[in-house]
């Protein structure tokens, strides 16, 4: 399994996984700063993990 995604495929893992976000929600929350992600050029970069944990914070 891929544990690095960029935003298209943030969005169908989280279809997938029933924690369904929109692209343009979750460039709003890139934007504010609100989801974890890193900036690889234009590129924007999540790690798979690390969006687990900020879905659900009580998971260590």
């Known amino acids: 399994m891929k544990t690095r995604t960029d935003v298209k495929g943030l969005v169908k893992y989280l279809d997938e996984t029933g924690a369904p ?7 709003r ?4 700063n609100e989801i974890p992600h890193k900036k ?3 590129k924007i970069i999540f790690d798979i993990p690390t969006i687990e944990k900020w879905l659900d914070p009580e998971v260590n």
């Open 21 to 27: 976000l929109s692209k343009s929600y979750i460039y």
């Open 29 to 32: 929350l890139v934007k504010e």
């Open 40 to 42: 690889v050029g234009t």
